[in-house]
């Protein structure tokens, strides 16, 4: 989004640039109900949404968080393969200096077989993700944590 610009008795102010969030899926999943659920979600917690829809090949995401230097990255899965994909994600995204630091989450099935064992979720975190949302948890983790962004805290790398 870009500045916009108000009159204010005579004078010109801007508004400082809102970062968006990317929500988007993996290569291989082709759901889009989730996304649109996501959109919904983030938008109503007063964050630019940029959705990148479904099929998202691994490219295009390094490539728009680059452009786009958003606030977070919201990845989603419904198709189960969420920890395999995300795994092989994270690691491309850190990879990148500019992308070390970017916020990024998964959420939604991860995993095949049901719930992730408290293994994977660990191993997904030292991978390189700010937070993991299993489908099992509802909204309201997510919520609580994007609160922070919107409230202005940073996270710290170690």
Known sequence: ??????????GVVTEPHRRPVIVSSMASDSHTWNLVFLELLVGELGFDVVNLGACVPDELLESECLSRRPAMLVLSSVNGHG???????????RAIPEL?????????????????????????????FDAVFDD???A?????FAATLSAGVTQVEA
Do not use: C, N, P, W
């Open 100 to 128: 070390r630091a970017l916020t990024v989450v998964i959420g939604g099935k991860l995993g095949v077989g049901g719930a992730l064992t408290e293994d994977e979720t660990a191993e997904l975190l030292l991978a390189g």
């Open 83 to 93: 920890y395999q994909d995300g795994l092989r994600v994270i690691q491309r995204l």
């Open 136 to 138: 099992q948890q509802g």
């Open 1 to 10: 989004m870009t500045e916009e610009l108000h009159a204010y008795a005579g």
């Open 140 to 144: 309201a983790s997510f919520r609580r």
